[in-house]
């Protein structure tokens, strides 16, 4: 019996809902952000996604003891296999189903925002299609930095490194079909 992804890692699952296409806040340019958050800072076209994410884990998961089931989890994630990253983008949510879901309101089209501003100087933004140009390794970058990032800044992600090129020509697709 597979396994879900919403039950092995329940606090990231519930996190990261803001970076679901249409279930989150949506995108902001800097402009837009500043006018309507002078105090915040700027962290790209996500960013109000990110600030939502992060109130939802003061308010409902800021205590020593989450903090470390969460720290866990992301440990945990980042040293499992590729299955586990295709269970939490699935329709099913079953680690190993490989059948994504919806753009509308899945994760691919924010990975690939993430994926395009970590590497500006190569890929221009809303140039890659989340439908058809998505891969696993665009949603482990973003989790990294829109999530692990934000909530423990300053610490190491063991067993990830982030990738050095943005050149989507690089990546090993065959591992999405």
Same mark, same amino acid.
């Given at each position: 019996?597979?396994?879900?992804?919403?039950?092995?890692?329940?606090?990231?699952?519930? &996190? $990261?809902?803001?970076?679901?296409? !249409?279930?989150?806040?949506?995108?902001?340019?800097? #402009? %837009?952000?500043?006018?309507?958050?002078?105090?915040?800072?700027?962290?790209?076209?996500?960013?109000?996604?990110?600030?939502?994410?992060?109130?939802?884990?003061?308010?409902?998961?800021?205590?020593?003891?989450?903090?470390?089931?969460?720290?866990?989890?992301?440990?945990?994630?980042?040293?499992?296999?590729?299955?586990?990253?295709?269970?939490?983008?699935?329709?099913?949510? &079953? $680690?190993?189903?490989?059948?994504? !879901?919806?753009?509308?309101?899945?994760?691919?089209? #924010? %990975?690939?925002?993430?994926?395009?501003?970590?590497?500006?100087?190569?890929?221009?933004?809303?140039?890659?299609?989340?439908?058809?140009?998505?891969?696993?390794?665009?949603?482990?970058?973003?989790?990294?930095?829109?999530?692990?990032?934000?909530?423990?800044?300053?610490?190491?992600?063991?067993?990830?490194?982030?990738?050095?090129?943005?050149?989507?020509?690089?990546?090993?697709?065959?591992?999405?079909?």
């Amino acid at each position: 019996m597979q396994e879900l992804f919403s039950k092995k890692y329940t606090l990231i699952h519930s &996190l $990261i809902k803001p970076l679901r296409g !249409e279930w989150g806040p949506g995108l902001t340019d800097e #402009d %837009s952000f500043r006018k309507k958050f002078p105090s915040k800072r700027y962290l790209g076209k996500l960013s109000l996604c990110i600030y939502e994410m992060l109130d939802m884990y003061q308010q409902f998961y800021n205590s020593d003891e989450t903090r470390a089931r969460l720290r866990d989890e992301f440990f945990s994630l980042f040293g499992a296999c590729n299955a586990h990253w295709h269970g939490m983008c699935s329709t099913s949510l &079953l $680690i190993g189903d490989k059948n994504l !879901e919806d753009c509308e309101y899945g994760l691919q089209p #924010d %990975s690939a925002i993430c994926w395009a501003e970590s590497f500006s100087d190569e890929v221009q933004l809303y140039s890659i299609d989340p439908e058809e140009e998505f891969h696993i390794d665009m949603l482990k970058l973003m989790v990294k930095r829109c999530m692990w990032d934000v909530l423990f800044p300053g610490e190491t992600l063991p067993g990830y490194t982030e990738p050095t090129s943005g050149d989507l020509s690089l990546l090993d697709y065959s591992i999405m079909k």
